[in-house]
């Protein structure tokens, strides 16, 4: 960022304080919670007597919507959350969980892969009985023969201390 634009961006930002009716407000720390907390924007409006167009600009000019983006699981866990007493169609509970597994625990996109040394994990898990699977889901043990599958890496499953 060159001097001259953060001089313009302080300039806007000093301006933005001085006139907006948020960043004067007593309320203005609960307003950015919750707008942060991906609390409706109409909600916040009425429970807190500002316009619409006041908590946009307030937002964008504070930096807001980046904030929230980044909280981005809490609404995706809201959601599945609420499954149980609202009725979601399946494409829109599928899409949400598929979301939410692939945030890490900030909230950030982190693309999970199965492939491992090139040919994928899923055909040995394909090959496990229903014991094995039942062990590996209860405890985590995996069976000698699929650590056996995996030569020169160090594979060890949370349950299983002996590798």
Known sequence: MTRRTRK???????????????CKSLARDQIETEFCAWVPQKEIVRNHGIGRGALHR?????????????????????????????????????SAVVAYSKLDERGRTVDRTENMMGNGIRPLY????????????????????????LPGTSFQSDGDANG
Do not use: Q
């Open 58 to 94: 307030h937002a964008a000019a504070t930096g807001l919507y980046e904030k929230r983006d980044e909280n981005l699981k809490l609404v995706l866990s809201r959601f599945l959350e609420r499954c149980g007493r609202v009725k979601p169609t399946a494409a829109s509970f599928v």
């Open 8 to 22: 313009a961006k302080k300039a806007t930002s000093t301006r933005h304080s001085e006139r907006c009716s948020i």
């Open 126 to 149: 394909e090959r496990m009985n229903r014991g094995e699977l039942r062990a590996y889901a209860e405890s985590g043990k995996l069976p000698e023969w699929f650590k056996a599958s």
